[in-house]
């Protein structure tokens, strides 16, 4: 069973707040990645990274930043949300190398009001 | 760059039914293939998996065989159960970086 945890769970904010979604795993991959799940359950890579230090963005464009300072650690930022941030945002890792498996986290179903 | 088709969903089928959702992919140099289900609520987890071509991924009673002649990797599973309901995610990586189908919704009904 993959040990990746994400929190919260769910959240329901309103326009304008700053909010940050935790990721972390427990099994010490280097690759990390943060997707966005539209409601026809299409998956969109929003951000990842190889490594400590290292991020970039993904396919699409997004407003959110991240940061990797620990290899464990994750964390996706909104500084300002909308409601067009309203989705469900999943974390995954993998360790490095040319062919290995994602894990994914649970997901945060963001609603921002 | 790389591709991966899957086959529109919504599919719906009744309880013991076989089960085909077609991959089809492109991509650079060998990639390894993956299907990944979701369930509701839930993040996606990894179903199986082909590494190389020829090989066969089973896990669950699904199974799906990587042939790299027709760059497909079709899932197939002989009798559906209810709580196979979920969505379906084919998926490749080919140096380093993945690439998902849209993923099929699967409907099984008592």
């Known amino acids: 069973e993959a040990d990746i945890y994400q929190t919260p769970r769910y959240l329901v904010i309103g326009t304008g707040k700053k909010i940050t979604l935790e990721c972390s795993q427990t099994m010490g991959h280097d690759k990390m990645y943060w997707y966005q799940q539209d409601p026809g359950m299409e998956l969109h890579l929003i951000h990842y990274s190889y490594g400590v230090n290292s991020t970039e963005k993904g396919d699409l464009s997004s407003e959110s930043t991240v940061s990797r300072i620990r290899t464990e650690h994750f964390p996706l930022t909104l500084e300002s949300a909308r409601p067009s941030h309203t989705s469900q945002y999943l974390c995954a890792s993998s360790e490095s190398g040319t062919t290995n498996e994602q894990f994914f986290g649970p997901g945060t179903r963001l609603t921002v009001l | 760059g790389n591709s991966v088709t899957q086959m529109e969903g919504p599919v719906t089928l009744s309880e013991e039914a076989f089960l085909t959702i077609n991959c089809t992919y492109t991509?650079?140099?060998?990639?390894?293939l993956f299907w990944y289900v979701q369930y509701p609520g839930e993040g996606l987890q990894l179903l199986l998996k082909?590494?190389?071509?020829?090989d066969k991924g089973s896990n669950k009673g699904f199974e799906a065989t990587y042939r790299k002649e027709t760059t497909s990797f079709h899932l197939e599973k002989g009798s559906v159960q209810v709580s196979d309901s979920a969505v379906y995610f084919c998926?490749?990586?080919?140096?380093?970086?993945?690439?998902f189908g849209d993923g099929t919704t699967l409907t099984v009904k008592p």
């Open positions: 998926a490749l990586i080919s140096a380093g970086k993945s690439t």
């Open positions: 991509a650079t140099g060998y990639p390894s």
């Open positions: 082909a590494t190389k071509a020829d």
